[in-house]
């Protein structure tokens, strides 16, 4: 095993080769890399599009010479994996510069050749100005682009993390940006509601957002620019078109050398990064990761999870213990001054799963105290399994702080916490950075309160079903400027001499404004034998769900 | 059980009250507060002084009425509890209005008096313009001062979170402010190498920071102001001063109808916070409660535990099962843009718990990725117990995200997560938010990597002992700039050719800036059979670590 070539040079690739010399001063390390850069940073491209990243050399982060110079290594740049011949431990590889082929012999091979951009068959796909945005090179002929054109409109295609990044990036460059989107919601790791806060600040912030509409080709309009066409029959003219409509693992190499890949389309690998073949292990983008919470497969194309495989299988290249825990897809983006963070599994993914022993609560707490100036709201989305309140999951959009509570409950998932502990957790509080009760704890509490039965969380997609009647806990005031339609009105303080309007015979289904005062009235009501449950999140939360309510009825 | 009475309004008493109506619809319950006002923000007074908040109306999170008219709870201002009548189950209580004295029944007791500040016998104790913290008249007593007088000077004395934040906010209002503090160091719960950090940030901000002086009285100047005099014989002049020594448990009620309390001056309570009478419970500042690491007694003034034990003594009231998990003491504190937060253990603790079996790691990471303009460096000090890793502690200062981080390892803690957890901890990133490795992460491979084995930690209490040589693995015009004394200089990239130049029979402890290129060398070290050690955190921390050193010899 003293020979190791690793293939590919950027996130997995660099961490692996590091952790290797590490580990083994002695062993002879070799690392390929078709593009003319290792070790850069991925995930700034964006930001360097937008000029939020000056210079192209801060998304450096290590060059072939401190490779060599730091850690011995051998960095070949430019230099492409062609064929592994697995029976003699051989890898064919092409340098690009001379177009010469040669070969290396390997104990162990490390596979890291990331994923590559969707580029759909589409009508024009190949026309100029169309650019996805994987390589150090993409980003600098997007910039290089925009100012040549003196581009002033751009199409992005697709509204997940690059997607919705590239357009806040080229909207603060001062572009005209259109995103379209095929499905019915951007950020699709969120469940449709929660992303519904950040497609409304993305439309407050752009020319256009188009959801549930694919792109179906491209073609030059008559003033050299381009015609982005959609399925849906529409046409936005663009000087310049970003594609970010996923990745998909680069498994070429792995299956032509017949290694097995997996039903998402990833190198199979097992807990120690190894693939099939016990000379070869992969990590990164192109390999297929177990779901921590659910055990089952999936792709988890994200910088953290392909360091710490990088380290699991440099670990078991040295003949050391190790193992990958799997991913529980934490994940985070930035959009015109909007955070929105996951942690674990959403509702639509614990569905997808067939899991149905879950339920979600929401919320909209501050990020700190309400009597400290400049609180802004976070709302969260908590999925917990029931009954023992194990957290599945968890969602949080707003303006500030949310990283840290989505982090915070991460760990939590980690460590297979409960809505109990969370409920308990001793987080920092003083009044500029938190509450006494924090957000977590407050998730926690809602949860904890449903399952020791204080209360009974009534599901939004039961909003008035079988007959249940609505109470609107709120004041008139707040009744009278919006509230959920055919919701009758108590003032939680008028309630308890107001019982006799209530029917004993019905569930009633309880909203206030954001679920605090709702909780209370079901408390009093299912003290006096109502059956009281609680729209947790209140008319804040039922103000997200009815776009999607809406997006429904109109396809139905 | 069914008639509670509760004493005390603010945090813990407010929230037993609400959690008791919430838990039991019948039940009387009577919440007695001798100030003017219940379920007031604590927290916020020190920013009410520096008119950050500017209205006291923000302070009063919910009025008697609002009890009442909600709750249905009977919230009696301006009452004092006098006597506990114990066999009898009554109350006697002074009406502070009248003066009169009436007595209340109860199935139910419930202690939430507090903690008082500390106020020290010295001389001229008593002058006006000395004033404490603690409730929503003193600190609109300060601001009239304040006002009234012109105060341009003040003397704040306690170097504690309550002192810091009045230092800011008095300085944030134009005052020239003098910090005195009896021990070495600012922020006692932090150790004094963390807390340097502070202390410098308010050294740069305000006049004069007199550390391990303490105050040994007052007295009035010729021109109508005070002065301070301490016990190194210093006066500084001051038209106000700020007493925040500390905080004393409100115990008069309890000692004087015989209830337990323990060795720390607090209340004595179980799990269920319940005390030595089995029909009285008490909660908050005037209890004692245990520490969730090491399981010893001790007192925790905090908003948040104290409502935590509201919740539990209202759920044992009502018959529940319920227990309180004890404190961690997580904290955070932000002065003059500077934020430093703290749970679990300090090493100073551990070693006044006796604890010997711990290490402690140093680093200093961007609080997001070093490409993305704008990181700040989080100073982070964590602390496991060996051999198994398990987390004790962590420290954490620095200007953004620093909360973020300790409350990811508060959760850890809860969950009794090792380092190994930390390493492998799928958090958020994002350029903006993160790094691929979180600092949480770096914390926890830096400890990681020495239980595996791969480093040792050199404790900096040992820095050059034993004839170690200490090896500065930075280059040449980094060392120059600054260096441990003594330290040898052989950069990174020269280390594997220069080896020759190293002693193969004496230890070697190496440092670099912040750690991370000492790690490499010691592993170069290790690998080729030299006795190498990091000295974690490197010059960085070295820098933090020498002020106390100095302290200590200067005393010696």
Redesign the interface.
Same mark, same amino acid.
């Not at 991913?327 to 930035?334: C, L, N, R």
């Not at 308990?424 to 950075?433: F, G, I, K, N, R």
């Given at each position: 095993m003293r020979k190791i070539i690793i293939v590919g040079g950027v $996130?997995g690739g660099a961490t692996c080769a590091a952790r290797l010399? #590490? !580990?083994?001063?002695?062993a002879e390390i070799l690392v390929l890399e078709r593009g003319p850069y290792v070790s850069f940073?991925n995930? /700034?491209l964006p930001?360097y599009v937008g000029d939020?990243?000056r210079e192209e050399s801060? !998304?450096l982060?290590a060059s072939p010479e401190l490779f060599r110079?730091?850690?011995?290594i051998d960095v070949r740049t430019q230099h492409e994996a062609v064929r592994i011949e697995r029976e003699k431990r051989e890898l064919v590889i092409r340098d690009l510069v001379s177009g010469e082929e040669y070969r290396e012999s390997y104990g162990a091979l490390v596979l890291s050749p990331g994923a590559s951009p969707i580029v759909p068959p589409l009508e024009g796909i190949r026309l100029p100005g169309i650019f996805t945005v994987r390589t150090v090179p993409d980003s600098a002929q997007i910039r290089s682009w925009i100012e040549r054109h003196g581009a002033r409109r751009a199409a992005v295609i697709g509204g997940g993390?690059i997607g919705l990044?590239m357009v806040e990036n080229l909207a603060c460059r001062g572009l005209e940006v259109t995103l379209i989107e095929a499905a019915d919601q951007v950020m699709p790791p969120l469940d449709p509601e929660m992303a519904e806060y950040v497609r409304q600040r993305v439309s407050s912030h752009i020319a256009n957002v188009r959801l549930g509409d694919a792109v179906a080709g491209f073609e030059k309009d008559s003033h050299g620019g381009l015609l982005v066409k959609t399925a849906s029959g529409l046409r936005f003219g663009a000087d310049l078109v970003i594609l970010a409509i996923g990745v998909r693992p680069e498994t070429k190499l792995a299956r032509d050398a017949g290694l097995e890949t997996g039903g998402r389309g990833g190198i199979r690998v097992d807990a120690q990064m190894r693939t099939s073949d016990p000379h070869i292990w992969a990590v990164g983008d192109a390999v297929e990761v177990k779901n921590a919470i659910t055990g089952e497969w999936q792709l988890c194309p !994200?910088?953290? +999870?392909? &360091?710490?495989q990088a380290r699991v299988a440099a670990a078991s290249i040295c003949g050391r213990e190790a193992a990958f825990?799997g991913? &529980?897809?934490? $994940?985070?983006? /930035?959009v015109f001054g909007l955070?929105a963070?996951i942690?674990g599994e959403s509702e639509k993914s614990l569905r997808r799963a067939g899991v149905t022993d879950y339920e979600a609560v929401y919320l909209h707490p501050g990020n700190h105290?309400g009597?400290? +100036?400049g609180a802004k709201p976070i709302h969260m989305k908590l999925l917990y399994r029931r009954p023992d309140g194990l957290v599945l999951g968890a969602q949080a959009v707003g303006e500030s @702080?949310v990283? #840290?509570r989505?982090?915070?409950i $991460?760990?939590?998932i &980690?460590? /297979? $916490?409960t809505v109990f502990?969370l409920e308990?957790?001793?987080?920092?509080? *003083? +009044?500029?950075? /938190?509450s *006494?009760? @924090?957000p977590?704890?407050m998730a926690g509490m809602i949860a904890a309160n449903a399952l020791r039965g @204080?209360t009974e969380i009534a599901p939004w997609r039961q909003l008035g079903s079988n007959g249940a009647l609505i109470l609107d806990v709120r004041e008139p005031g707040e009744h009278h400027a919006g509230a959920i339609p055919g919701a009758v009105n108590i003032p939680?303080?008028q309630l308890?001499g107001r019982l006799e309007e209530l029917p004993r015979d019905r569930e009633i289904q309880v909203a206030c404004a954001v679920g605090q005062r709702a909780?209370?009235a079901v408390?009093?009501l299912r003290?006096?034998g109502f059956r009281a449950k609680l729209l947790s999140g209140g008319y804040r939360t039922y103000k997200v769900i009815e776009p999607q309510c809406a997006r429904q009825d109109a396809r139905q």
């Open positions: $996130a010399r #590490r !580990l083994d001063e002695e940073a995930c /700034g930001y939020v990243i801060k !998304l982060q110079q730091r850690f011995r993390f990044e !994200l910088a953290g +999870p392909a &360091q710490r825990r991913v &529980q897809g934490t $994940a985070v983006v /930035g955070t963070a942690t105290a009597y400290y +100036p @702080d990283a #840290r989505i982090d915070v $991460a760990m939590a &980690q460590k /297979g $916490a502990d308990e957790a001793e987080l920092c509080y *003083a +009044p500029q950075y /938190g *006494a009760k @924090d977590v704890n @204080d939680l303080g308890r909780y209370y408390r009093v003290q006096h």
